[in-house]
């Protein structure tokens, strides 16, 4: 019955902590996938009378989500700490971007005759925003990979590279997804 704590060199306590804080980025991500999740379903369930509609806007935010990781393990970066907190960045930018094209779409389903036609005014009305949007803050972040620290190299690269996704996820996939969900699952 004997227990060891780690103590005396900073080395062993440093990875003790580090270990710990990316214990606590796994759960935050988990956590915050959960709750953005369910508030995108309570908010589309009050706003359009379709809870589906929050799963679709989720769709892309998953997908941006598992192509920054799947770039990570590309680029051989490993998920730590910082890297990790940019997953928090994706799913939050993702989710300002979906929910842009998802309420437009839904906006333009009352004013258009067609599908096709809400979906050109749609992606022709937010598209060129969240283009601006995306590269500006792309850019920003994308100077940080000139930073002399490695460390704030890889987090500007992935950061750049996760809200490009973001954008990618948003006007690529999300506008089938929403003819779909408008066929199977949308208002008549």
């Known amino acids: 019955d004997v227990t060891a704590t780690p103590t005396g060199q900073r080395t062993v306590i440093i990875q003790q902590i580090s270990a710990e804080i990316l214990e606590t980025v796994l759960w935050s991500l988990v956590v915050t996938l959960a709750v953005v999740g369910l508030l995108l379903l309570v908010a589309y369930r009050y706003t359009a009378g379709r809870a589906s509609l929050g799963l679709v806007a989720m769709a892309p935010i998953l997908l941006a989500l598992s192509w920054v990781l799947g770039t990570m393990w590309l680029l051989g970066m490993p998920f730590n700490s910082l890297t990790g907190m940019i997953t928090s960045l994706t799913i939050g930018i993702g989710v300002a971007y979906s929910i842009h094209v998802c309420e437009r779409y839904y906006q333009e389903l009352d004013r258009n005759d067609t599908v096709a036609d809400a979906l050109h005014r749609t992606v022709a009305g937010t598209g060129g925003a969240l283009l601006g949007s995306a590269a500006t803050t ?21 950061t750049a590279i996760s809200i490009g996704f973001a954008f990618l996820a948003t006007v690529a996939v999300l506008p089938s997804l929403l003819v779909v969900w408008t066929r199977y699952l949308g208002p008549e």
């Open 138 to 158: 792309a850019g920003g972040f994308g100077v940080l990979t000139f930073a002399f620290l490695p460390a704030l190299q890889q987090f500007g690269l992935i």
